[in-house]
T-cell receptor, first 117, second 115 residues
Framework: AQKITQTQPGMFVQEKEAVTLDCTYD???????LFWYKQPSSGEMIFLIY??????QNATEGRYSLNFQKARKSANLVISASQLGDSAMYFC??????????????FGTGTRLQVTL | DTGVSQNPRHKITKRGQNVTFRCDPI?????LYWYRQTLGQGPEFLTY????????KSRLLSDRFSAERPKGSFSTLEIQRTEQGDSAMYLC?????????????FGNGTRLTVT
């Protein structure tokens, strides 16, 4: 079973509008972290935002916020006031906490976001 | 914090040749990870180190692949007898620990093309 599912291969948003990128996850570990990364065409993976499984509030980092719905196992990324420079691939990832060998990040397949004028 | 450094950025090689990539993690990070990313896909885990110990290897890592981190600092990933299916972006990442709330910091990757 897929641990991280991103169902939107591609999304378009107009400049200055908000956009939501979907992510659902699957784990039986009570301790886990959810991460979003941005990958521009240049290839580097840029860490954007983190949400922990025990966090009571949704994470925010500037124009990025995470809509965390634990019961639904979803962790959607919201980008407000989109800019042309936000055009990139966006990956949702999870890191599980309780298994010593499972300290790696597991990634979804990504969503390509295109910001238009 | 100078970031994770990977060399070379690009490598073109002929099928059957051996290639080696280098990764220099952030200096205080004791965890180092290798991932592979093919076009249109998310990064896939290959292996990771805690200091010099290689703690986990993915089934994706065939016998032709070997990774080392001899002194717990930089790491090398070698692919022997390259095949066209090895063409991908190879990403290195590091983190200060294995806690689930700690992000991985990635390098810019090495893009391998096998002709």
């Amino acid at each position: 079973a897929q641990k991280i599912t991103q169902t939107q291969p591609g999304m378009f948003v107009q400049e200055k509008e908000a956009v939501t990128l979907d992510c659902t996850y699957d784990t039986s570990d009570p301790s886990y972290g959810l991460f979003w990364y941005k990958q521009p065409s240049s290839g580097e993976m840029i860490f954007l935002i983190y949400q922990g499984s025990y966090d009571q509030q949704n994470a925010t980092e500037g124009r990025y916020s995470l809509n965390f719905q634990k019961a639904r196992k979803s962790a959607n990324l919201v980008i407000s006031a989109s800019q042309l420079g936000d055009s990139a691939m966006y990956f949702c990832a999870m890191r599980e906490g309780n298994t010593g060998t499972a300290s790696k990040l597991t990634f979804g397949t990504g969503t390509r976001l295109q910001v238009t004028l | 914090d100078t970031g994770v450094s990977q060399n070379p950025r690009h490598k073109i090689t002929k099928r059957g040749q051996n290639v080696t990539f280098r990764c220099d993690p952030i200096s205080e990070h004791n965890r180092l990870y290798w991932y592979r990313q093919t076009l249109g896909q998310g990064p896939e885990f290959l292996t990771y180190f805690q200091n010099e110990a290689q703690l986990e290897k993915s089934r994706l890592l065939s016998d032709r692949f070997s990774a080392e981190r001899p002194k717990g600092s930089f790491s090398t990933l070698e692919i022997q007898r390259t095949e066209q299916g090895d063409s991908a972006m190879y990403l290195c990442a590091s983190s200060p620990n294995s806690l689930y709330n700690s992000p991985l910091h990635f390098g810019n990757g090495t893009r391998l093309t096998v002709t």
